[in-house]
């Protein structure tokens, strides 16, 4: 099982709609969970932490499953600028490293 | 509106080229990275630095050099790279207090093409 999985999409959809994205680690002593948004060829940028009793951010949801090891992102209200590739980010690893998904990739259509 | 910066932003180097590629940071940040990013891939790491001292190094191959100069520097030197080393080469800070909820900040990249 790889250490941070995620559906690598894309996910198609119209402007206005909601969309969730699920994700997945292995190590069940992970700490740190985070969203990051990637633009095509420019850098990371943080989009949220997630914290155990889930947060919110605007149209942002993230929430934690520690139990089944999952994470999720729920986006409301999609806009055109919401295009991007979300990165779930899991702190782990033997010297507790930040593990990066390989992405989901989001496009919002008119 | 990075706080990290990258320079160059692009550059294309020989297979026999020497360059170098640079990085700071102005936030405090104790620690400091390197990774490698292949299209529709997620970044790699290579190396992370811990108060100037290289603390991880991801088996990455001697033709890439790193070097922390100070606390707020670090650069790449690049060495007889090959075609396959063209990537999207991005540095990151964070606090570097390991606390649990510490966040990665990454700069603009270098995108990299080797001929």
């Known amino acids: 099982r790889k250490e941070v999985e995620q559906d690598p999409g894309p996910f198609n959809v119209p402007e206005g709609a909601t969309v969730a994205f699920n994700c997945t680690y292995s190590?069940?002593?992970?700490?740190?969970f985070f969203w990051y948004r990637q633009d095509c060829r420019k850098e990371p940028k943080l989009l949220m932490s997630?914290?155990?009793s889930g947060n919110e951010d605007g149209r942002f949801t993230a929430q934690l499953n520690r139990a089944s090891q999952y994470i999720s992102l729920l986006i409301r209200d999609s806009k055109l600028s919401d295009s991007a590739t979300y990165l779930c980010?899991?702190?782990?690893?033997?010297?507790?490293?930040?593990?990066f998904g390989k992405g989901t990739k989001l496009s919002v259509k008119p | 509106d990075t706080e990290v910066t990258q320079t160059p932003k692009h550059l294309v180097m020989g297979m026999t080229n020497k360059k170098s590629l640079k990085c700071e940071q102005h936030?405090?940040?104790?620690?400091m990275y390197w990774y490698k990013q292949k299209a529709k891939k997620p970044p790699e790491l290579m190396f992370v630095?811990?108060?100037?001292?290289?603390?991880i190094n991801e088996s990455v191959p001697s033709r890439f050099s790193p070097e922390c100069p100070n606390s707020s520097l670090l650069n790449l030197h690049l060495h007889a790279l090959q075609p396959e080393d063209s990537a999207l080469y991005l540095c990151?800070?964070?606090?570097?207090?390991?606390?649990?909820?510490?966040?990665?900040?990454f700069g603009s990249g270098t995108q990299l093409s080797v001929l």
């Open positions: 990151a800070s964070s606090r570097g207090d390991r606390a649990t909820n510490e966040k990665l900040f």
């Open positions: 190590n069940s002593a992970s700490q740190s």
């Open positions: 936030m405090g940040h104790r620690a």
């Open positions: 630095y811990s108060y100037e001292k290289l603390s």
């Open positions: 997630v914290y155990s």
């Open positions: 980010v899991v702190r782990g690893g033997s010297q507790g490293n930040l593990i």
